[in-house]
């Protein structure tokens, strides 16, 4: 292929860590590589996507507050519209990736392939690969229309590695009239206090299921998460419970983990659960049920009651200091 | 306020799923029933409705084979009639085919709001909504934990990577809702019974003015090359903890060198 755009996604600390995964997937399947970016200060990550690979920076701008997903989606359209078009737009499974591959889809009448945790390429076509079924199958599939293609990728698929290019160049595009489409508007943001290392980057993830009985007993899945000094997860029972923010979730429809050891507690391993966790290097499980699915992937199955086992764990490592 | 809800009939999540060797796509066969990811947005719905006099429910769904099972569970907890588009050129219909189908479904229903979940159980593409507010030319907020509205502004609580923004839009607009936002509530037995004599309008493509290459398997684009089992993560040790369990860990992560 010759050129792949990748939606850029940023946070404080500069391009998402999804971004620089998707930049260096990119690389392989293509010549050249280019992002699309939008926000106040897009010429700040100029010189990270560069050195993944990018040559050049499309920047949509500050969107006044917007919620970017039309905005950024007419910005791609126009330049398409244009006749500079790429083979192949690679988007974020994030929440404002989604919105924009949507709009994207309908503006382009083309149609988007979701879930992608691979790419090969076959006749100088682009094939994906999507888990269903928790995991247990492998799709392969691939457009048949026109391109550009919109693919959907989930984070941690790749590996981002640098290629040592130089700072891309950064040319200004207009979001142009968007109309109402565009007026969802963010009034307020909420951030979450958080401390400790990310759930999405930790090198132990310790995670708590309905299994915990109750909400205060998360307080055992936080210190041992602690003292193992790796990040607390959830499953989404208790998320949509209440017991615990969504920012906690693993899963389908949360964060996907990959971290050298994931600890499952009171979980009973649904196949949404499964696909956000089983790229762990190691597994270990604790759950009263010896016929939960969760031990199917686990390297140490504990069939055991979680207020026993946690307890004792703690205690332990607290007395190795 | 119209507000119209888009929901999905699937089979039921408990059997295990499979493939159609042949057209490698979900097999439906068996009964039909509502995807419990948008029980969320019925009784969202059925909420906001309430709050806003002579506001009105329609539930608006696709399916090939005239499946009506589901929407009368829709029905059932309150919603006040249905549009099913069913049409045999629909198999195989992709997120934007089925896209297309659902606005032009839902604009016989003037909508002020349109609700749908963030994704469907059986599916989960997760951008049938956003597509649809495109080509309704409606501003959308997606992954909504808390939803009103305000005259003619919606509100919404959307979720984020590290917390949550207020969102404002002016209606009509389009907005997606993920698990937990409300506790659905269970049809009583009087809303069964009423729900039997609601109206379900079936519309074909034809009737919505679509065409079949739009939709189905010729207007998806895309097709399945291969299915092939995932490398297995092989389970290791399964043991019953008898007051060791705690110990065993703490020698495994040992070994793993994270203690
Ligand atoms: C569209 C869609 C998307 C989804 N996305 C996600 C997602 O992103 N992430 C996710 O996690 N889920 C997701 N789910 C939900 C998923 O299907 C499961 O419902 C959920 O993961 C179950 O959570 P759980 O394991 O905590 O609860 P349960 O399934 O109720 O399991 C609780 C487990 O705890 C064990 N247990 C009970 N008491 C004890 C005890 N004292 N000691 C030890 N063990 C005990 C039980 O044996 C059981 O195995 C999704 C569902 C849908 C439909």
Redesign the pocket.
Known sequence: MDRIWVLAETAESGPTPVTLELLTAARAHASTVEAVAWGPDTASIAGTVGEYGATKVYDVGDLAGALPGAPVAAAIAALVASGDAPDAIFVPASYDGRDIAGRLSAKLDRPVLTNITGFAQGDGQLTTEHPVFGGTLVVTARFTGDGPGIFVVRAKSFTAERSGGGPAEVVAVAPGDVGATGAAKIVERHVEAASGPKLDEAAVVV???????APEHYALVEELARLLHGAPG???????AGWVPYSH??????KTVKPTVYV??????????L??MKGSKHIVA????QE???FSVSDLGIV??????LPALIEQLKSRG | MNVVVCVKQIPD?AAPGALDPSTHTLVRSGKLIL???DSYGVEMALQLAGNVEGSEVTIVSMAPNGETSGLRTALAMGAARAILVSDDALAGSDALSTAKVLAAAARRAAPDLVIA?????DG?TGTMPVQMAELLGMPSVTFAKRVSTDGTTLKVERQTESGYDDVECPLPAVVTVT?GVVEPRYPSFKGIMAAKSKPIDVLSIGDLGLDAGQVGRAGARQEVVDVSEAEARGSGEIVVDEGDGAQRIVAFLEQLKVV
């Open positions: 995670s708590g299921g309905r299994g915990l009985g959830a499953s989404r029972a208790i998320v949509d979730q693993v899963g389908q429809t949360g499952a507690c009171g979980i009973s391993g649904a196949t949404q659960h696909v956000g604790i759950n009263k049920d939960a699915p969760i055991g009651d979680v207020h026993k086992v | 999540p995807d419990d990811s979940a963030t994704e469907s159980t989960y698990a």
